[in-house]
């Protein structure tokens, strides 16, 4: 069973920047982020194959990056230029499957799930 460790989020204003970090307790293929705000369905943000793949949402495309964290099966989310609409429940999600997809919907499907992180951007 793999485990997943949430770091960052928090509350900014618009324009600013956080950093989410997602640690897995073993080797994971596919890692990334979705979110879910209140009233909204579930919409997948950024994924990261080990082969350096990444795959972002439209709506975040040119102002999220995703890089290796620093610990080992590590992964760093950072979110710069953040907006209103940037504000949900933030869940990291993994699958160890060799041949996982690295389609931003597809990370729902990942077996793995962290307890999530509340990030809030305020105008």
């Known amino acids: 069973q793999v485990r997943l460790l949430e770091q960052g989020g928090g509350s900014v204003q618009a324009g600013g920047s956080l950093t989410l970090s997602c640690k897995a307790s073993q080797w994971i293929n596919c890692m990334g982020w979705f979110r879910q705000a209140p009233g909204k369905e579930r919409e997948g943000v950024a994924t990261f194959r080990t082969d350096g793949l990444t795959s972002f949402a439209d709506p975040v495309k040119g102002r999220f990056t995703l890089s290796k964290g620093n610990a080992k099966n590590s992964v760093n989310l950072q979110m710069d230029n953040l907006k209103p609409d940037d504000s949900a429940m933030y869940y990291c999600?993994?699958?160890?499957?060799?041949?996982?997809?690295?389609?931003?919907?597809?990370?729902?499907?990942?077996?793995?799930r962290g307890q999530g992180t509340q990030v809030t951007v305020s105008s």
């Open positions: 999600a993994a699958t160890d499957d060799f041949y996982c997809s690295t389609v931003v919907q597809d990370i729902l499907k990942y077996g793995y």
